[in-house]
């Protein structure tokens, strides 16, 4: 099981951009898919990209294609997570889980870190 912990997250104005990051320590970092999930106050957890083990194959939420990039550089067991275009709606807690598979869905993700929050203003 991997150990994970997100970063990078931080106040920012409409438009704007930031780049989120996830380490991962432990065991096989590179075997596991990884994803990002976003959860607002009082809302349940939203998927938003997930990314193969080899990095080959991405996969992306309707509401964010185009203006979020998942990337992974498995030498330095790290995920990243590059937000452009930024609007209010986008605050909410990231996280980064591991999986065995890329899945959109929380439920099939058995690791997860305490997240990092994202604060868009108008």
């Known amino acids: 099981q991997v150990q994970l912990a997100e970063s990078g997250g931080g106040l920012v104005q409409a438009g704007g951009s930031l780049r989120l990051s996830c380490a991962a320590s432990?065991?096989?970092?590179?075997?596991?898919?990884m994803g990002w999930f976003r959860q607002a106050p009082g809302k349940e957890r939203e998927y938003v990209a997930v990314?193969?083990?080899?990095?080959?194959?991405?996969y992306y939420a309707d509401s964010v294609k185009g203006r979020f990039t998942i990337s992974r550089d498995n030498a330095k067991n790290t995920v990243y997570l590059q937000m452009n275009g930024l609007k209010p709606v986008n605050t909410a807690l990231f996280y980064c889980?591991?999986?065995?598979?890329?899945?959109?869905?929380?439920?099939?993700?058995?690791?997860w870190g305490q997240g990092t929050q994202v604060t868009v203003s108008s």
């Open positions: 432990g065991r096989a970092f590179s075997s596991y898919a």
């Open positions: 889980p591991a999986c065995h598979y890329p899945s959109p869905m929380a439920g099939n993700y058995a690791s």
């Open positions: 990314i193969s083990w080899s990095g080959g194959s991405t």
